[in-house]
């Protein structure tokens, strides 16, 4: 694991934060306190403990990764909207319009989409009743694939409804 660094002024901050922590808190002073010490005494092999910073990753999730994570979902939420405002939906597969989330190998994307759906409440219709976005089978290329034939059906228009034509095409691409 990576060692972190803490400027003297991050030190402080965090030693202030454990303080009031401490004091809001008394049953957990002996926990505040040896993190306070660590701070105040320098001991910088132990501050990514001290800090509770084993619990967050080392990797930032790139903008791109997210833009893409949410282009993906948006992509669905288009096909729901367009599929429920048809007036003959037959030849369309309602199961294959389930965002099915995306494979733990696929850990950014996994997480970021989660984190949307969960914890951030968005994109609430393609929340599905188990919370479990794991397909445990890679499936990001198929994803890319759809969006890319989406981009081209969609380019250059408003936000319209798709027909029926473009569903099905699009559904075939689906996982």
Not at 1 to 23: C, G, V
Not at 77 to 103: C, Q, V
Request: proline share 2%; aromatic share 10%; hydrophobic share 35%.
């Amino acid at each position: 694991m990576n060692e972190i660094n803490l400027s003297l002024k991050e030190r402080a901050q965090f030693t202030w934060m454990f303080s009031i922590l401490k004091k809001l808190n008394p049953a957990e002073e002996k926990d505040y306190n040896w993190r306070i010490e660590v701070l105040t005494s320098g001991f910088k092999k132990e501050y990514r403990e001290a800090i509770s910073y084993e619990v967050m990753s080392d990797d930032e999730v790139s903008c791109e990764i997210c833009e893409e994570t949410r282009d993906i979902l948006r992509m669905y939420i288009h096909l729901d909207s367009s599929y429920k405002k048809l007036d003959n939906k037959a030849g369309i597969d309602k199961e294959r319009l389930t965002f099915k989330g995306f494979d733990n190998s696929e850990g950014p994307h996994l997480h970021y989409a989660t984190f949307l759906l969960e914890r951030m409440n968005r994109f609430q219709q393609l929340q599905n009743i188990h919370h479990d976005y794991d397909t445990h089978s890679a499936i990001i290329d198929k994803y890319r694939h759809m969006l890319k034939v989406y981009r081209k059906h969609t380019k250059g228009k408003d936000y319209n409804t798709l027909n029926k034509e473009t569903i099905i095409d699009l559904l075939k691409l689906a996982p």
